[in-house]
């Protein structure tokens, strides 16, 4: 039987537009923030596990050792379109868990433009965005919030009010990009993308970045980081199945439930133990599936479920405390590993005015379209 | 090739425009599974099986299975348009513009049924000049 991992450091840049930095200099920020959280440094490192997406083919985390100590330690440079920053995470807490390292550092990161992601097609001929339907990823998102409406009357309002809850949330989060409220008829009358997302419903293109110290049970006792350590109770990945429409249509929900289905197998756990939630709301649309898929709330039950403010701070089980992609910010790789943070900095009681009460277990979701899911479940440890 | 003349290219591989006789959409069936795809392919991605898939005509008809209405798409595409996933009769799932409909949701019903048409594709011409034909779903009965 393999020892538990847990992470020992773990920490996030405020997320924004900067322009002005490169990549690896962002990525380094919050390397060296996750280290001094832990109190160790990069020559504690025995490998690095990068997830950066744009820059997938340049060598990210040797340029991020290039900036913070050229140790020589391995490095693996991971892309998994948005579940990427979760691969990242997944492919160190491996290691650790198969006792070829003790001491590991991921680190997430990723520098966006604005506007529309996705669409467009390849290929020659003509451009087929607009001609084949829509491609771009509101569209894809609206396609499959509609495909949830279409099955239990779920409502344009309905859809919107996850943006007011993850708006609101934000403003307790000085890390999130926006901390700005946006009241229902904001949201719901903002210059509609794709019907039914508003502008205020799809996720914010920011630059950010994201690390995580990973350690192996016996490295954490001999460390005497116990006290603030969180532990990785499951970590999960997943592919999209086939299914009838997936080559159309992708689909985030079968992987999404498999995933969720074999963490909380692992963790021993059931969605009723868990406290708060980071999932995977590149827009609003999508946050009202995993509230199912994650089985937060039963089949078909999404629509009651945030009209009741059952996923709102205070209640039943807290969904996206930190503004959520939403309002906080979707830097693609960086992504699942400023999750984990989130989840973490709560188990540690940590997160100020946003904190959970009392959180012992939290679970965090990505997904990466074309597909991937992620899944980590962490506990509070001493 | 810019021969006004010259017959419309196919927008996607998957529509075929035979010599004689009318445009269809062509799909492949896998026949271990019964999976349907569109387009050709060597291996069924549902069961696995190698070398079991054969060629097929897609239906000209379906249902609106689900649909956005978009509004902001990159410079030069003409918004709105109604993209829409349609369930093709007898198998098949394929998306396209929903044209001939006013693009509000009150208008637009799920599994109502749609016709296939085949069009120009919107005016849309490559670098050398040539037409295209595309198909869109336009309202039946």
Same mark, same amino acid.
């Given at each position: 039987?393999?020892?538990?991992?847990?992470?020992?450091?773990?920490?996030?840049?405020?997320?924004?537009?900067?322009?002005?930095?490169?990549?690896?200099?962002?990525?380094?920020?919050?390397? @060296?923030?996750?280290?001094?959280?832990?109190?160790?440094?990069?020559?504690?490192?025995?490998?690095?596990? %990068?997830?950066?997406?744009?820059?997938?083919?340049?060598?990210?985390?040797?340029?991020?050792?290039?900036?913070?100590?050229?140790?020589?330690?391995?490095?693996?440079? %991971?892309?998994?379109?948005?579940?990427?920053?979760?691969?990242?995470?997944?492919?160190?807490?491996?290691?650790?868990?198969?006792?070829?390292?003790?001491?590991?550092?991921?680190?997430?990161?990723?520098?966006?433009? !604005?506007?529309? /992601?996705?669409?467009?097609?390849?290929?020659?001929?003509?451009?087929?965005?607009?001609?084949?339907?829509?491609?771009?990823?509101?569209?894809?998102?609206?396609?499959?919030?509609?495909?949830?409406?279409?099955?239990?009357?779920?409502?344009?309002?309905?859809?919107?009010?996850?943006?007011?809850?993850?708006?609101?949330?934000?403003? @307790?989060?000085?890390?999130?990009? =926006?901390?700005?409220?946006?009241?229902?008829?904001?949201?719901?009358?903002?210059?509609?993308?794709? =019907?039914?997302?508003?502008?205020?419903?799809?996720?914010?293109?920011?630059?950010?970045?994201?690390?995580?110290?990973?350690?192996?049970?016996?490295?954490?006792?001999? /460390?005497?980081?116990?006290?603030?350590?969180? !532990?990785?109770?499951?970590?999960?990945?997943?592919?999209?199945?086939?299914?009838?429409?997936?080559?159309?249509?992708?689909?985030?929900?079968?992987?999404?439930?498999?995933?969720?289905?074999?963490?909380?197998?692992?963790?021993?756990?059931?969605?009723?133990?868990?406290?708060?939630?980071?999932?995977?709301?590149?827009?609003?649309?999508?946050?009202?599936?995993?509230?199912?898929?994650?089985? @937060?709330?039963?089949?078909?039950?999404?629509?009651?479920?945030?009209?009741?403010?059952?996923?709102?701070?205070?209640? !039943?089980?807290?969904?996206?405390?930190?503004?959520?992609?939403?309002?906080?910010?979707?830097?693609?790789?960086?992504?699942?590993?400023?999750?984990? =943070?989130?989840?973490?900095?709560? @188990?540690?009681?940590?997160?100020?005015?946003?904190?959970?009460?009392?959180?012992?277990?939290? /679970?965090?979701?990505?997904?990466?379209?074309?597909?991937?899911?992620?899944?980590?479940?962490?506990?509070?440890?001493? | 090739?810019?021969?006004?003349?010259?017959?419309?290219?196919?927008?996607? $591989?998957?529509?075929?425009?035979? &010599?004689?006789?009318?445009?269809?959409?062509?799909?492949?069936?896998?026949?271990?599974?019964?999976?349907?795809?569109?387009?050709?392919?060597?291996?069924?991605?549902?069961?696995?099986?190698?070398?079991?898939?054969?060629?097929?005509?897609?239906?000209?008809?379906?249902?609106?299975?689900?649909?956005?209405?978009?509004?902001?798409?990159?410079?030069?595409?003409?918004?709105?348009?109604?993209?829409?996933?349609?369930?093709?009769?007898?198998?098949?799932?394929?998306?396209?513009?929903?044209?001939?409909? &006013?693009?509000?949701?009150?208008?637009?019903?799920?599994?109502?049924?749609?016709?296939?048409?085949?069009? $120009?594709?919107?005016?849309?011409? $490559?670098?050398?000049?040539?037409?295209?034909?595309?198909?869109?779903?336009?309202?039946?009965?």
């Amino acid at each position: 039987m393999s020892s538990d991992v847990y992470v020992v450091g773990v920490d996030m840049i405020k997320f924004g537009r900067f322009p002005e930095r490169s990549v690896p200099d962002l990525g380094a920020e919050a390397a @060296l923030m996750a280290l001094d959280d832990a109190g160790l440094t990069i020559k504690d490192m025995q490998a690095l596990y %990068c997830g950066n997406l744009y820059q997938a083919n340049a060598m990210v985390g040797q340029r991020i050792l290039q900036q913070i100590g050229q140790t020589g330690i391995p490095v693996v440079n %991971c892309a998994n379109a948005c579940a990427t920053g979760a691969t990242a995470f997944r492919e160190a807490w491996m290691a650790v868990k198969a006792e070829v390292y003790d001491v590991v550092l991921a680190v997430g990161v990723e520098q966006m433009g !604005k506007g529309l /992601l996705g669409g467009g097609g390849g290929g020659s001929g003509i451009p087929k965005e607009g001609l084949l339907g829509g491609g771009t990823m509101p569209t894809v998102f609206a396609e499959a919030g509609m495909e949830h409406a279409r099955k239990y009357g779920t409502t344009f309002e309905q859809f919107a009010k996850v943006s007011v809850k993850n708006h609101h949330h934000s403003t @307790l989060n000085p890390k999130a990009m =926006y901390q700005i409220e946006t009241p229902l008829p904001e949201v719901m009358n903002a210059e509609m993308i794709s =019907y039914p997302n508003t502008k205020l419903m799809c996720s914010v293109n920011v630059d950010g970045s994201a690390a995580a110290v990973l350690c192996s049970e016996r490295k954490v006792r001999e /460390l005497g980081l116990m006290k603030r350590a969180v !532990k990785v109770r499951a970590s999960v990945l997943t592919s999209d199945p086939w299914q009838e429409r997936d080559l159309v249509m992708p689909d985030v929900n079968t992987c999404t439930r498999m995933a969720a289905q074999e963490a909380y197998e692992r963790a021993g756990v059931g969605p009723e133990d868990i406290d708060l939630v980071e999932l995977h709301d590149c827009f609003a649309t999508a946050e009202i599936l995993h509230y199912e898929n994650l089985r @937060l709330c039963g089949e078909g039950e999404a629509g009651r479920f945030i009209d009741e403010g059952q996923p709102a701070l205070g209640g !039943k089980t807290p969904v996206n405390v930190s503004g959520g992609l939403l309002s906080k910010g979707h830097p693609l790789g960086a992504t699942g590993i400023a999750n984990i =943070y989130e989840v973490a900095t709560h @188990l540690r009681g940590e997160a100020g005015k946003r904190q959970v009460k009392d959180a012992r277990i939290g /679970l965090t979701h990505v997904i990466g379209l074309g597909s991937a899911c992620g899944i980590h479940i962490l506990e509070k440890s001493g | 090739m810019s021969d006004g003349n010259a017959r419309p290219l196919p927008a996607v $591989d998957y529509l075929k425009i035979p &010599e004689d006789g009318e445009p269809y959409l062509e799909g492949s069936k896998c026949g271990a599974c019964g999976a349907v795809y569109l387009g050709s392919r060597q291996v069924c991605s549902r069961c696995a099986a190698r070398d079991q898939m054969e060629s097929i005509r897609l239906a000209d008809t379906g249902t609106l299975y689900t649909y956005a209405i978009v509004h902001r798409s990159f410079p030069g595409v003409d918004v709105p348009f109604v993209s829409a996933v349609v369930d093709l009769d007898g198998g098949g799932t394929v998306k396209g513009n929903l044209m001939d409909i &006013e693009p509000d949701p009150d208008k637009i019903q799920f599994g109502m049924p749609v016709q296939v048409v085949f069009r $120009d594709a919107l005016g849309r011409k $490559d670098k050398e000049g040539n037409s295209y034909l595309s198909y869109f779903f336009v309202p039946r009965g």
